[in-house]
């Protein structure tokens, strides 16, 4: 069969046998507008994965089936949305976006529940809500939810898809975008098609990756990276029941989907957009960079991976050209700027500019913060960056080691300095994290902990140290300080911005002790909540310390929604003529500026004028103090920690 027939004729074709009579015909006129504009994309992306494969056409058609499918369950409110995003594609610029990132039973502990803190989320000024996987999953040890049993199930503790369509909907109203996880590079070993599979049926055998002996696993693990050593050594699980081999990247009841299979795209499409008319406005792409394997590779970042990736945007903007893609690339940082397209994702967390806060927070320097950033923080003007601090997974120190070979930096050791500072085995370090995945083979590893206890907050609650505890909280402050004015989405993650300490509980629980990330997966609960919006007064240092986070960074986010110049603007990262200190400069198409400057260190820093020149005015406000600072005058002096956001008068 030729392929070489052109996408023109091939949609044609498709159309002409394809039953539209169930869509209204407004649908219908949309459905069919849509495919003309994006169906030759999706044509090439598809032909050039599956065109070898003698029933690609079939494959394609069913897909085109699935598409329509698709549109006649949409809901017509987000059909209205879907207009007026189209509209207004860059909504993600605007300085009015701020996201929080939560588990619903840490927060909740039901769906229903959550309602009751749209208020919070409301005083702190989140306008975007990630809830963390909640669909169907495996008893007991679940990965955090990121083993997914069916997509189209609510966990029954947390409620029903009726119970979370409606929360959407609330938060709609409210104009806050609910953000969903879409799960694509594996499912658990307990959904359907898992089960099929095991029950010994070929065609959901090829969902999988299925090997009988260990020859080909052998191969492929040459060149592999192993990512839960701590759980299981290399990336294959021997099925007892199958006697097989399966692809298990991650948790061995987390079954690797075989995207080499056209029915496994289309099985996905029609799930992906399932969870898009659920009402989310954007889909957490989840180890994305793991989705297609090729022997003799690491089997990250494959050039297909992306070509996969592009095609499911077409079916977005097919169907609900709303929902947007975020990249959860934990990946080298030239990897991951590539996901980062309007054609693919247009939202990417930026994990370089989190691991090197962290850097420069221990070494007090800013060297490699500076020079990555100005690598790597450019990106398109039709996408951006999701700007974080902490979440519910590891910090890996992902920096290029070629820039840190560039400053004279060993990057393997400076690694191994950075684990040490963050685990408490370096004398003089503030911080209580806890060491994760360390790697026997590789001495490789991960630190977990929460944002306070990583900043110094328990260490300083502890011995009653209150210049600790000021520090500790001004650390914080630092670092989502920078989230919020550099250019992007701050997603804050919750339980952050009350300060929690890290929860050790889970090392009492078998499910989880194992998996050390449950140490930063700690609950908000009532009486934090209560605290933060002032209906009840701290009765401890603890709580003082708490209630100081949330209203610091509130304040911040206050700031920011007030001031366009952290929207829609250019970020340039300048070099700050002070090793202690990071700096960067916001312009906008209005011709408004804003210089910000960092101290990471606990020493008074003096900064040259020569600074505030890239500003070209006599005179700038400090957006955070309100202070009008000169120019002119001598060198400007940053006290401990501080920021300063300075927008040209
Ligand atoms: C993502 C999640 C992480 C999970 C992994 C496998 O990286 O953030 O929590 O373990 O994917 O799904
Ligand atoms: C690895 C993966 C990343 C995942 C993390 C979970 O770093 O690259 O996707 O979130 O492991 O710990």
């Not at 500076?370 to 700007?387: A, D, G, L, Y």
């Not at 083979?441 to 011995?463: F, H, I, P, Q, T």
């Not at 603890?542 to 952290?566: D, H, P, Y």
Request: hydrophobic content about 40%; some cysteine.
């Amino acid at each position: 069969m030729s392929y070489a027939a052109d996408s023109g004729v091939c949609l044609d074709r498709i159309l002409a046998s394809t039953d539209l009579s169930a869509l209204s015909k407004k649908d219908a006129t949309t459905f069919t507008r849509r495919l003309k504009e994006h169906f030759p994309r999706l044509f090439d992306k598809y032909t050039y994965v599956y065109g070898h494969q003698y029933d690609c056409y079939f494959h394609l058609q069913k897909l085109v089936e699935i598409l329509r499918d698709g549109l006649k369950s949409r809901k017509p409110a987000l059909k209205r949305l879907d207009n007026e995003r189209l509209r207004n594609p860059l909504w993600y610029r605007d300085e009015e976006q701020v996201g929080m990132a939560c588990y619903v039973d840490l927060m909740g502990p039901t769906l229903n529940d959550l309602h009751d803190k749209i208020p919070y989320f409301k005083s702190l000024g989140v306008t975007y809500v990630h809830l963390m996987p909640l669909y169907d999953a495996p008893k007991g040890d679940s990965d955090g939810g990121y083993a997914v049993s069916d997509y189209r199930k609510v966990n029954p503790t947390l409620g029903t898809v009726k119970d979370l369509e409606k929360l959407a909907s609330a938060l709609q109203k409210e104009g806050i975008n609910l953000v969903l996880d879409f799960v694509f590079n594996h499912t658990s070993d307990e959904h359907a098609w898992a089960k099929a599979a095991l029950a010994g049926e070929k065609q959901f055998q090829d969902y999988y990756y299925l090997f009988d002996d260990r020859t080909i696993p052998d191969q492929y693990e040459h060149t592999l990276r192993e990512i839960f050593p701590q759980v299981r050594r290399g990336s294959f699980t021997f099925n007892e029941q199958i006697e097989k081999w399966v692809w298990t990247t991650f948790n061995s009841f987390q079954w690797d989907l075989n995207y080499s299979n056209p029915e496994v795209f289309n099985a996905i499409t029609s799930e992906m957009l399932f969870l898009a008319n659920i009402g989310s406005a954007a889909l957490r792409l989840d180890a994305l960079a793991f989705i297609w394997k090729e022997l003799g590779t690491n089997c990250e970042n494959q050039e297909k991976a992306h070509v996969l990736i592009q095609a499911f945007n077409c079916c977005l903007q097919i169907v609900a050209p709303a929902v947007v893609f975020k990249s959860e690339a934990i990946v080298h940082p030239d990897e991951v700027l590539k996901y980062i397209d309007k054609d693919e994702c247009q939202l990417s967390y930026n994990p370089l500019l989190m691991a090197l806060l962290w850097n420069s927070l221990a070494t007090r320097k800013t060297r490699l913060l500076t020079r990555s950033m100005k690598k790597s923080f450019s990106i398109s003007e039709n996408c951006t960056w999701v700007n974080y601090v902490r979440c519910h997974d590891d910090i890996g120190w992902t920096f290029d080691d070629a820039v840190a070979n560039e400053l004279g930096i060993n990057a393997f050791d400076h690694r191994h300095f950075l684990n040490q500072f963050y685990t408490g085995r370096f004398e003089g370090s503030f911080a209580n994290g806890v060491p994760f995945a360390e790697n026997p083979s590789n001495g490789d590893c991960r630190v977990c902990g929460s944002l306070a206890s990583l900043c110094g907050l328990e260490g300083a609650l502890k011995s009653n140290d209150s210049k600790g505890i000021d520090d500790a909280v001004k650390r914080m402050m630092l670092l989502y300080g920078i989230t919020f004015s550099i250019g992007g989405i701050p997603l804050l993650y919750s339980s952050d911005e009350v300060g929690k300490l890290n929860d050790y509980s889970y090392r009492f629980d078998d499910t989880k002790k194992h998996d050390d990330r449950w140490v930063n997966r700690i609950a908000v609960t009532r009486a934090d909540t209560e605290l933060a919006l002032g209906n009840t007064s701290p009765a401890n240092p603890t709580e003082t310390a708490s209630l100081r986070v949330f209203n610091g960074l509130r304040k911040m986010i206050a700031i920011r929604k007030q001031n366009a110049i952290f929207g829609q603007s250019s970020t340039q990262i300048l070099d700050a003529d002070n090793h202690h200190c990071f700096a960067f400069l916001r312009e906008n198409t209005q011709g408004h500026k804003l210089l910000v400057i960092c101290n990471f260190s606990e020493h008074v820093q003096t900064i040259q004028r020569s600074l505030l020149a890239t500003l070209k005015g006599a005179s700038s406000r400090d957006l955070l103090t309100d202070e009008t600072v000169e120019m002119n005058a001598s060198p400007l002096l940053l006290e401990p920690f501080q920021q300063m956001w300075l927008l040209a008068d």
